[in-house]
């Protein structure tokens, strides 16, 4: 359960020089994560989310996931040279983009210095070093995501696969709002020595009735880390690909947690 310390206003935990980094999905842009946004920010957390360059929506696509990594590291540089610590969420697509940006940009929390003192997988992709997208399903990817002569990826059901937990009337909200993604983007490898969750403690949020990435996907990936002696503070849910619409209270509880060095590990949060 989420402790009571959650219920603290974040301003008893935190001060000015903390903030939140929101990395978006592919096809997804900043006004997808309002409610998760707002939520931080009525805690007291300032929120950025900015619309990643693979995520243009030109047609055909010219943006690549260097530019999505060279743009979140411009984003923390700004940030860090005013002392901001920030806690960073990868969701789907920004877990690829987060483990190649950020090695570099760790922080200790109350170090005094700016840079990332914390990584927050959301549902997010895992990838070790050199590591594409289509590369953690074996080199291909889902049959529901098929390549298009323009040079796009379009989705079979994406309201069946990335918002069936929401309101009818929402999820076709949400669906109207994606935008193009490229289909080189997702078979590029990143290019990285070293993926940041191996050195920025990683929190990962379990979606266990995600259609997108299966909940099972997400444990294995999370194992893989595992394996590899990085010690992953694990949540679940029972939402959709889309806990940021669908439960934005009990992601905004689990990042005030994280926050706080005192929270436990594996925890399921009531439904």
């Known amino acids: 359960m989420i402790s009571a310390y959650c219920k603290l206003t974040m301003a008893e935990v935190t001060s000015q020089t903390n903030a939140i980094l929101m990395i978006t999905g592919?096809?997804?842009?900043?006004?997808?994560?309002?409610?998760?946004?707002?939520?931080?920010?009525?805690?007291?957390?300032?929120?950025?989310?900015?619309?990643?360059p693979t995520n243009n929506n030109a047609i055909p696509p010219n943006t690549t996931a260097d530019d999505d990594v060279n743009f979140i590291k411009d984003i923390v540089a700004r940030e860090s040279a005013g002392g901001t610590q920030l806690t960073v969420i990868g969701h789907s697509w920004g877990?690829?983009?987060?483990?190649?940006?950020?090695?570099?940009?760790?922080?200790?929390?109350?170090s005094g210095k700016g840079g990332v003192t914390d990584i927050i997988f959301m549902c997010a992709s895992v990838p070790q070093e050199n590591n594409s997208l289509a590369g953690l399903f074996g080199g291909q990817l889902p049959p529901y995501l098929t390549s298009i002569s323009n040079g796009t990826?379009?989705?079979?059901?994406?309201?069946?696969?990335?918002?069936?937990?929401?309101?009818?009337?929402?999820a076709q909200w949400a669906e109207k709002l994606m935008v193009a993604h490229g289909h080189k983007v997702q078979y590029t490898p990143i290019d990285c020595n070293k993926v940041a969750w191996r050195v920025i403690p990683l929190t990962y949020i379990v979606c266990e009735?995600?259609?997108?990435?299966?909940?099972?996907?997400?444990?294995m990936m999370i194992a893989k880390a595992e394996e590899q002696g990085v010690s992953v503070r694990q949540y679940r849910l029972q939402a959709s690909h889309s806990p940021f619409l669908s439960m934005p209270d009990k992601v905004s509880e689990i990042v005030m947690e994280v926050m706080n060095p005192a929270g436990g590990l594996n925890v399921d949060l009531p439904n």
């Open 26 to 52: 592919a096809w997804h842009v900043p006004k997808h994560y309002h409610k998760l946004t707002e939520q931080l920010e009525a805690k007291g957390l300032r929120t950025i989310c900015e619309q990643l």
């Open 209 to 219: 009735n995600d259609q997108a990435l299966p909940g099972f996907v997400q444990d």
């Open 95 to 110: 877990g690829m983009i987060a483990s190649a940006a950020l090695a570099d940009l760790a922080v200790t929390t109350g």
């Open 153 to 170: 990826i379009i989705w079979t059901d994406p309201i069946g696969h990335l918002y069936n937990d929401l309101p009818q009337e929402e």
